[in-house]
């Protein structure tokens, strides 16, 4: 009779046990949606010696936007931001936004149609040398006048890439970081003088008309 008691106690402190386990994760993936928030860190940066920011989306409106330390976005203030993670407040709690595990920030990420933050290490992985990067299109002088104005893109290689920065076949630069490019070797001179800077600018003419392009070189 004993050993019988003894067996049904067992059961039922399994079933009890299995029961309260089932209720807690039912509370915590409740908690998880409840608690879920409607911002996406797409990633985070710091330009130099400059305090660090954070690239973040609202899911709702998908407006995306660059970030520092005691901003606010969609309710939330920033209380700090780490290599991946931002730590934001609402209402005197404390939550964590990450960027997802094992994810890599894209080699571009724009913040409006003229501004984007480029990803240096990818870039680097993708263009080691200015040799490299004329392989994935090719540049000729835009004449004017008989003198160059600028350098054309042509014969694109990799639409997906020149995208990301901004850039479409058939676009003339006229200026990067309001120097003129008025000579073969200007681009030569300005990618070794500019290549350590944490921005920089383009002006680009598109179908006649000049739009301006601003990097961030995270």
Same mark, same amino acid.
């Given at each position: 009779?004993? !050993?019988?008691?003894? *067996?049904?106690?067992? +059961?039922?402190?399994?079933?009890?046990?299995?029961?309260?386990?089932?209720?807690?994760?039912?509370?915590?993936?409740?908690? @998880?949606? #409840?608690?879920?928030?409607?911002?996406?860190?797409?990633?985070?940066?710091?330009?130099? /010696?400059?305090?660090?920011?954070?690239?973040?989306?609202?899911?709702?409106?998908?407006? %995306?936007?660059?970030?520092?330390?005691?901003?606010?976005?969609?309710?939330? %203030?920033?209380?700090?931001?780490? &290599?991946? !993670?931002?730590?934001?407040?609402? !209402?005197?709690?404390?939550?964590?936004?990450? *960027?997802?595990?094992?994810?890599? +920030? /894209?080699?571009?990420?724009?913040?409006? $149609?003229?501004? %984007?933050?480029?990803?240096?290490?990818?870039?680097? @992985?993708?263009?080691?040398?200015?040799?490299?990067?004329?392989?994935?299109? #090719?540049?000729?002088? *835009?004449?004017?006048?008989?003198?160059?104005?600028?350098?054309?893109?042509?014969?694109?290689? $990799?639409?997906?890439?020149?995208? !990301?920065?901004?850039?479409?076949?058939? /676009?003339?630069?006229?200026?990067?970081?309001?120097? %003129?490019? $008025?000579?073969?070797?200007?681009?030569?001179?300005?990618?070794? &003088?500019?290549?350590?800077? $944490?921005?920089?600018?383009?002006?680009? +003419?598109?179908?006649?008309?000049?739009?301006?392009?601003?990097?961030?070189?995270?």
């Amino acid at each position: 009779m004993k !050993k019988i008691t003894g *067996f049904l106690i067992i +059961m039922i402190l399994l079933l009890h046990s299995f029961s309260l386990s089932s209720a807690l994760a039912g509370q915590e993936e409740k908690a @998880k949606q #409840t608690n879920e928030l409607p911002l996406i860190l797409l990633g985070t940066v710091q330009f130099s /010696d400059q305090i660090p920011l954070a690239i973040i989306q609202d899911k709702r409106t998908l407006k %995306k936007g660059l970030y520092s330390i005691a901003e606010e976005v969609s309710g939330y %203030k920033i209380t700090a931001i780490r &290599r991946g !993670k931002v730590v934001l407040l609402k !209402k005197g709690k404390l939550t964590t936004l990450e *960027f997802p595990f094992g994810a890599i +920030m /894209d080699i571009a990420i724009p913040l409006s $149609d003229t501004e %984007k933050i480029i990803n240096k290490q990818a870039a680097l @992985k993708k263009i080691p040398t200015l040799q490299a990067g004329l392989k994935l299109a #090719t540049p000729l002088p *835009f004449i004017e006048n008989g003198k160059i104005q600028g350098i054309k893109v042509t014969n694109v290689r $990799d639409a997906k890439f020149f995208e !990301k920065i901004g850039v479409k076949e058939g /676009d003339v630069i006229l200026k990067v970081n309001g120097e %003129k490019i $008025d000579s073969w070797r200007k681009p030569f001179e300005l990618y070794h &003088r500019l290549k350590n800077e $944490d921005t920089f600018t383009l002006e680009v +003419m598109r179908q006649e008309k000049v739009r301006h392009l601003t990097y961030y070189i995270n």
